[in-house]
């Protein structure tokens, strides 16, 4: 079954706060947003399984630990997953990178897939799906699906902030997906924003609003 993990960190809960200040600038809030991405990712790789090598220092031969296993491929939800992939990339240089680009009709208001570039081996990576608000979860949902098309298995699941409508629905028709936030929010508004939520986060990265 999948499972929710609320990040308590004080460095996270420090930055989603400025983040959430309506005053926080376009750049700041770029910045932020790597910054919390990259302290997510430290935390959500605490468990990567590890092997032990032979290496050489300076001084002498030591037996040392690198990570073993599945290697990561991160998929950003276009196109407000984008500004938390630079930051996780800084931590974890080496995962390939997948993009998946989603709208939401108009008339059914259920997503539509417009974009999907994906690595061709993500049945032998750990799989994160990457999208800054959970809201209702359709979009999340969608993007889920796309990544287990191509091959992946049980993929996380890694938002800024979630409403409890978004977590559920994950949960329900996800149920091998961990979900990574650095908060569960109160809900949604009439307009399917999250409250208190930080407002619109592809508007807030790039300006748009």
């Not at 460095?11 to 989603?16: D, R």
């Not at 996780?88 to 999907?116: F, M, S, W």
């Not at 081996?121 to 209702?136: E, F, K, Q």
Request: hydrophobic share 45%; aromatic share 4%.
């Amino acid at each position: 079954m999948g499972d929710i993990h609320s990040l308590d960190h004080p460095l996270i809960q420090h930055k989603i706060t400025l983040l959430r200040d309506k005053r926080t600038g376009t750049k700041e809030f770029r910045a932020l947003v790597q910054e919390v991405a990259m302290l997510m990712a430290y935390e959500l790789t605490r468990n990567l399984p590890l092997r032990e090598t032979t290496i050489e220092t300076p001084v002498a031969t030591t037996t040392a630990k690198v990570i073993a296993g599945k290697t990561l491929a991160l998929v950003p939800v276009l196109r407000a997953g984008l500004g938390m992939l630079d930051g996780i990339l800084n931590l974890v240089p080496a995962a390939k990178v997948g993009h998946v680009g989603l709208y939401r009709d108009e008339k059914t208001l259920q997503p539509v897939e417009y974009y999907c570039k994906l690595p061709s081996d993500l049945a032998h990576r750990d799989v994160i799906v990457v999208d800054p608000m959970l809201a209702t979860g359709g979009s999340a949902s969608a993007a889920l699906e796309v990544v287990k098309r191509h091959g992946a298995v049980a993929p996380k699941l890694m938002c800024l902030v979630a409403a409890p409508e978004g977590v559920e629905r994950i949960m329900r028709e996800h149920p091998d997906v961990q979900i990574y936030t650095a908060a569960v929010d109160e809900g949604l508004n009439e307009h399917g924003y999250i409250v208190p939520g930080l407002g619109d986060a592809g508007d807030r990265l790039y300006g748009t609003w």
